[in-house]
Each structure stands twice: as C-alpha cells, then as structure tokens.
C-alpha cells in the first residue's frame, strides 16, 4: 500500500519562493565590487531573480545549458544563484583563483554559453576568453555608468543591469524533474585537471536541510550570516540556500576580505555566524589583536576547507567567546561531510578535553555516512586509534564526474576522499592527512596534522605546513615549515624542543625550516605538492 502524502519536487527555485513569501522583509546587505554597500530585501531579491530568469531565455538559454560565473560573494551573484538553477538551466561557479589555463578548460569543458563576472576579474576574462569557443556573450556585473569603456574582448559583451531592467519580473518557475542538474562546481585539480562535480535540484535541497540542523550549521530566521567562504566555490558551503530556507540576514562581503575589512562588517551588520577557511581568520584574528578590538555580535564561527588548529579554537572561544564549529567536507559532497557538535555528555567534559575534541572534524549528520578501511578494503574499527583511508556515501555524494572518460569512483558505492582518518566510540571522525600527504617513516605512519597543530601552539608561529621529506634511513621523515611572526627570535631547535612531551618521540621532526610564506591553492589551501617539489630533498641533501 502507497501512502497518501502529497508528491511535490525538491528544486532551488522552491527556497526562493518560501523566502519571498514567509521572510520578504529579510535584509541582504552586500559590499560591492563599485566600493559601496547595497541593501535590498528579499522580496527585492524574489523579483530579480525573475527578471534575470527572462534575461536568460532571451539569451537562447535552454534548460540543461550550463551558465558560467566569475564573481564575488554579493547579491548580484545570488540572484543568478536562483535565476539559472530555478529555470533550469545550471549554474557554473567558476574559481577566480585557478590558473588561466585550468579556468580555459573549464570554461571548454563545461561548454558554457554565457558567462557573468565582476569587474574586478575583467583581466583574467580578457586573458581566458581568446582561450575558448564558447562562450560567445559575456555579461559585467554592474550598471551602466560602471561599464568598461575598453575592454579586449572580441565576444558581445552586456550590462548586467541593463539587461535586468530590459526584463519583466512575470516569470513562473517552471515544475523540473527533481534529479535534474543544478550547478557544478570543478575541483581545485590540484594533480591533473579539475573534475566537474555536477549537484542536483534533489541532492542541493536536501544538503540545505541537514546543513541548517541545530547539530550542523544551526541556522535560524534570527541569524545574521556572513559568507566569507566563497559562491565561487562549492555554493558557499550552501549558505545561501540555507538563508533562503530559514529566513537569516544575509551579509555578502565582496573582494575585500582582509581581516580589517571583515571586523568592520561584522561589526556594523551585527553578524552572528560566519564561514570560511583557517588562512581568513588568522588574518581577522591578528587584525582584532592588533587594535585590541572585540566582537559584540558574533556566536560562532564554521571552520572548514583545513584542519583548525587549537590555537584558533581557544583564540576565538576563550579570548572572544565565539564558539568554533569544525567542519569537513568535499566539493563531491556538496560539500558538507561531517560537524564537531558535542553530544550532550560531552558538553560537561574539562576544558582541555573539548579542546581535542573540536579538533576533530566531528560527525556525520543524517544522510551521510562513512567508515575507514585499510589497504585490504576492510574496516578498520571506530577505536580512535586506528587509521585508515576514509569512504563515505550519501545524498549529496557525487558518483561519478561530469563529462569524464574515467571510470566511476566509487569503491562498492562508497567514495574515496583520499583523506587518511581515524573514527572514536562517539563517531567523531579526525583526519589525520590527506592519502598523498601522509608520511611513511620506516614503515610506519606519521600524521602530518597532528605536528602542524602542535606548531601552532606556539605563540610564535603564524603557519606550520609539515611534508613528509625523503631520508637515506627512514625512507621519510617529517619536515616542519615554518611562517614566523613579525619581529620574532625563534629559532629551530626552540621549536623542536617545544615538541618534547606533547607526542611520541619518533614522530617528532628532524628539522625546521623557516620560510617567508606557503603557497595557497584556489580554495586557500597549502598546496604541499610544491612544498614537497621545493624541500622533498632536504635530509638527502643535508
């Protein structure tokens, strides 16, 4: 027997048009590429959105097309959001901070009919759009009088606001199959070219449900959230579609995200949560250091994209009371994987034994799962000891790329993350290195995580990156890198003597090289494939 429930298709278009109804006096506040802060309503947003909608279909747009976008956190990108998915077409985050070449593939590969960016990424369209075929229109997110008035594009190139204004807001947005495509986002390619990770209308409603749980993201119609991880990459986390679906504020903050620049949005707009990766808010944290400042609004934080160290959990809980929530996640898995949400017998646990805790990347909400394995395939136990390579499956998982030759990925339906983890009793999942950064000295495994966060405790250190270095003996070792803090004395052998006592002997590393700074990837991750290139020889050379 069928039950007797209505049937209604989970699409983007769908948190649109519950914004507008339940929440339409909502605030979106956005610091615009122009200099200037703009403030709209939802509603406002609900109407030109549609107006975009009907742009697209006057641009030959069909569903299935995928609309590329080269832009900042701001409201005109959140329009597009909604306008391209809800008309189904899908929408193409493009990450500004690829190389020219990689971006060329993208661009090609996706086969995007018309791409939309902001004024600041004018160059780097100029530079890529000679690369490609397609696409043909090109359209600047801004208004007339901010148009540029010479460009070197050969391809149409259109006003955003022109062609809002040219539209009307009577636009029905059309019943989609819910398992049709959305958006796509490429991996970063940090080896090889990046891979299309093409998200559902399905797939993307139910990652908001679960991202905007209390034991997830907690998000609420009382909420002022501040988006500072980018639209550009892997939907901001999800962020504006979860605002969407709850009703918060948003506070969208353009390209300037220095640390001075988010302290005074933050402060102005009253936020209480916000998003982003460690290498942000070690900039935001030694800015309100510096002028002995506070936050008077903020609640908590989400830290993702790299491990947190306890030093940037105890700077933000104990100095400023804003707690840290650490997250995980891939862009092929929308990308929340797991949350650190204490269970209610860990709420009571010592100061120090939280601390470890939130260094873990926490556990899986409803709808995702996982589980570690060795070399053999076989599950490893849930112990807090035992590591091994990390699977996962879920709604929001991907299970194969976009327009990929290569087989299918996953493992008995379950996902490599390439990430190396340990799980404990309460299923708080903590990686200990991704598979091609571990460190194999003498045959046995030597987390690089786990030193890094070590380093960081160090009241003298602003970055710690550890490589696994080859050695004559050990086959590897581990090699810490160093960013020190301006005007500090430390040298090697303090640092290393800092280790004594705070892990096992043999894991401590040989060396200590300080360096002026660390290569960041487009997501702001340390792109130790370089490091590794730049000092993989240092004991054989040594």
């Known amino acids: 027997m069928q039950g007797l429930m209505m049937q209604q298709p989970l699409l983007v278009a769908s948190l649109l048009t519950h914004a507008e109804r339940h929440h339409g006096e909502q605030e979106i506040v956005s610091r615009r590429v122009e200099g200037d802060i703009h403030r709209y309503r939802y509603r406002d947003f609900a109407q030109r959105a549609r107006r975009m909608a009907n742009a697209l279909a006057g641009l030959g747009i069909e569903p299935g097309e995928r609309v590329g976008t080269l832009a900042w956190n701001g409201y005109r990108h959140m329009e597009l959001y909604f306008a391209v998915s809800g008309s189904g077409s899908v929408l193409h985050t493009l990450n500004p901070r690829l190389h020219v070449d990689q971006l060329a593939y993208i661009i090609e590969h996706a086969e995007d009919r018309v791409v939309f960016f902001d004024l600041t990424f004018l160059p780097l369209i100029e530079s890529v759009a000679p690369r490609v075929r397609s696409p043909k229109v090109f359209v600047a997110m801004t208004d007339r009088a901010h148009m540029p008035r010479d460009h070197g594009l050969s391809a149409t190139l259109l006003c955003y606001e022109d062609i809002v204004d040219g539209h009307s807001d009577a636009f029905d947005w059309p019943l989609l199959d819910e398992n049709s495509a959305s958006s796509l986002c490429y991996t970063s390619g940090t080896t090889g ?133 650490h997250a995980w996640g891939m862009t092929e898995l929308s990308p929340v994987g797991t949350i650190c949400s204490f269970k209610a017998h860990q709420v009571s646990l010592p100061v120090v034994e939280r601390y470890a805790l939130q260094a873990k990347q926490g556990r899986p909400v409803f709808g995702m799962d996982m589980k570690i394995v060795d070399l053999e395939g076989e599950a490893l136990p849930w112990d807090g000891a035992a590591t091994g390579d990390l699977l996962v499956r879920g709604h929001w998982v991907t299970r194969e790329y976009f327009g990929s030759d290569d087989a299918p990925p996953l493992r008995d339906g379950w996902f490599p993350t390439g990430d190396v983890a340990r799980i404990d009793p309460d299923g708080f999942m903590q990686i200990t290195d991704r598979s091609k950064d571990v460190i194999k000295s003498g045959g046995e495994w030597i987390s690089s995580t786990d030193i890094e966060n070590i380093a ?4 003298e250190v602003t970055t710690a990156v550890c490589i696994a270095a080859r050695h004559p003996k050990w086959d590897e070792r581990p090699l810490l890198l160093i960013v020190k803090k301006p005007g500090s004395a430390l040298v090697p052998n303090e640092l290393l003597t800092f280790f004594d006592g705070r892990l096992a002997k043999w894991w401590k590393p040989d060396a200590v090289v300080f360096v002026d700074s660390v290569p960041l990837g487009a997501t702001g991750k340390v792109l130790k494939n370089r490091l590794r290139d730049q000092f993989g020889d240092y004991y054989l050379s040594a």
């Open 193 to 325: 070219n990046p891979k299309g990770v093409l998200y559902s209308h399905r797939s993307t409603l139910l990652h908001t449900y679960a991202a905007a749980l209390p034991d997830s993201l907690n998000c609420s119609a009382r909420d002022v959230i501040l988006p500072v991880v980018p639209m550009f990459h892997v939907n901001a986390w999800g962020l504006p579609y979860i605002a969407c679906m709850v009703g918060a504020k948003l506070v969208f903050p353009g390209p300037a995200l220095d640390g001075k620049s988010l302290h005074e949005l933050i402060e102005n707009e009253q936020v209480t949560l916000s998003a982003g990766v460690p290498t942000v808010w070690q900039g935001l944290l030694a800015h309100v250091d510096a002028i002995t400042g506070s936050f008077s609004s903020m609640k908590r934080t989400i830290i993702g994209g790299a491990p947190c160290p306890t030093a940037m959990t105890t700077a933000f809980q104990a100095r400023y009371g804003i707690d840290v929530v």
């Open 456 to 459: 960081y405790l160090h009241p």
